[in-house]
């Protein structure tokens, strides 16, 4: 209990209803010691700013494997912005197509990960990057 | 201008950060809230316990919209609590999922919390986080425990009023005349009212109800509450006025069916606390039950600070080897502990 828990929020922004990849990352990070706020499907980017604040949350998991990740990303990342939350990593999973990945980081988006990553890696990236924003 | 004061004046994000310093125990948490103490003691404190999926994040969710209906329109902030997992140290809150009504409505302030090991029911933070949200003008706070079994009852220790969430086809009326959760209850809920069976509960919580308070109601008159704490000085209460006789309600938490009474009662209930002088007693018993606990744990910390690693290492040793036995290995512990400061402040 000497380390900080780390805080995540885990949501699915948009229209999509499939949240077996958003459920699947959630019970492995909490396998991996972590906090995780899960706020189902459905999602506005108000929604998830909001749940993020209320809950001071060290990181964001998105889900979205609808396509519209181009149209959602930028409002989420604008509102989080909007609400002083600028130091909150937003880690991005789902179909997200190669030409795509770069706009995202561009976004603001800490890292994306496509179908098969292995969740011990994201669980690691996410370690790694609180530590760093700590140490800032 | 400083966290505390950024807390009183309304800022939802130092609210958000203040309440992550006082639920980790940090230094500067503990500073804001021995600044925000004095603000404290106005708030409603309701807490909300009941078996795992009996729809208690439902019921507050309709509780919470309920209560934003009222004339005054009222501040709600709500404490949602799920286990910690006793392997990993982590967990999954995923008590918002069932919150999507309130979101959006800035009177409405929604945390979740693990339970970081504290079996009760709550976490050991719970108590302190409420204190953030009283000091910051919420009118009511909604205290969600962990899916309860039989005995995770620390949440009568916090609330002011408490909602025992029962549902259909959960056991006969043996189960209902158990000392434990159901005891605990100042207003009883039976959830999910359309399934079979409902009225059957409704007629078992009601018959318990019946049994438990008539003898009271007719001799001595006296409050659990009041018996639980003899050394408090207790107003001078009216008999007849202090009695409250738990209600038993039906509810659809989901269609919202059964909660405008469900918040008459709370109503009502809030009324009789304050008119019968059980507000303040009630207060009281809280605030000693903390630092009573707090004191548990400074000592249990302070124990372990002082004593020596080796003679741990060495009586646990004796415990393995079946030498000693684990009430004597207290003895010896303690009693190292004791002379140690003995000789330290004699010198």
């Known amino acids: ?35 995780v706020i899960y706020t189902g499907l459905r999602q506005t980017p108000e929604m998830i700013s909001e749940a993020a604040l209320q809950e001071d949350v060290d990181v964001i998991g998105l889900s979205i494997l609808s396509g519209a990740h181009n149209a959602l990303i930028p409002q989420i990342m604008q509102k989080l912005k909007e609400n002083g939350q600028e130091n909150v990593l937003v880690f991005l999973g789902g179909i997200i197509p190669e030409d795509d990945i770069q706009g995202m ?32 | 201008m400083s966290l505390s004061e950024s807390v009183r004046e309304g800022s939802r994000i130092a609210l958000s950060r203040v309440l992550s310093q006082v639920e980790n125990s940090t230094p500067a948490g503990k500073q804001v809230l021995d600044e925000l103490f004095p603000y404290t003691g106005k708030a409603h404190k309701i807490g909300i316990t009941g078996p795992p999926g009996s729809g208690k994040s439902t019921l507050v969710n309709a509780l919470a919209r309920q209560l934003r209906t009222l004339e005054n329109q ?22 918002r999922v069932r919150m999507l009504d309130l979101q959006g409505d800035p009177g409405i302030f929604i945390r979740s919390m693990a339970s970081r090991g504290a079996l009760g029911g709550l976490a050991t933070q719970t108590e ?34 408490t909602i025992v969430v029962d549902v259909p086809g959960l056991g006969d009326d043996i189960q209902s005349i158990k000392a434990g959760i159901l005891e605990i209850a100042d207003i009883l809920v039976v959830n999910k009212a359309d399934r079979p069976g409902a009225d059957q509960s409704l007629r078992y919580l009601k018959s318990m109800i019946e049994m438990g308070y008539r003898p009271l109601a007719s001799s001595a008159g006296k409050h659990r509450l009041a018996e639980a704490m003899p050394n408090l000085n207790m107003p001078e209460l009216d008999e007849q006025l202090s009695l409250w006789i738990p209600p038993v309600l039906k509810t659809i938490a989901r269609d919202s069916e059964g909660i405008e009474s469900l918040v008459g009662e709370v109503l009502k209930h809030q009324k009789f606390l304050k008119e019968t002088g059980r507000w303040q007693l009630k207060e009281a018993w809280t605030l000693r039950e903390i630092v009573r606990k707090r004191i548990e744990g400074s ?36 009693t190292y502990n004791r002379n140690r400061n003995q000789t330290h402040y004699s010198e």
Request: proline share 4%.
């Open chain 2, 299 to 334: 000592l249990v910390l302070d124990f372990f600070q002082q004593l020596p690693v080796a003679l741990l290492d060495k009586t646990m040793d004796d415990v393995i080897n079946r030498k000693v036995s684990p009430a004597s290995a207290v003895e010896i512990l303690l």
């Open chain 1, 1 to 35: 209990m000497t380390e900080k828990q780390i805080r995540v929020l885990i949501a699915k922004p948009g229209l999509d209803g499939h949240d077996r990849g958003a459920k699947v990352i959630a019970r492995a990070l909490r396998d991996d010691g972590m906090e």
């Open chain 2, 128 to 161: 302190a986080l409420s204190q953030v949200f009283d000091a910051a003008g919420y009118d009511f706070i909604l205290i969600e425990t962990v899916g309860a079994g039989q005995s995770e009852v620390d949440i009568v220790n916090l609330a002011h009023t």
């Open chain 1, 105 to 136: 980081l561009d976004a603001g988006i800490y890292k994306v990960y496509g179908p098969g990553t292995d969740t011990r890696q994201v669980s690691r990236d996410i370690r790694e990057a609180v530590s760093l924003k700590q140490a800032e």
């Open chain 2, 74 to 95: 009222p501040r709600v902030a709500i404490i949602a609590v799920d286990p910690t997992s006793p392997f990993s140290g982590g967990a999954i809150l995923g008590d």
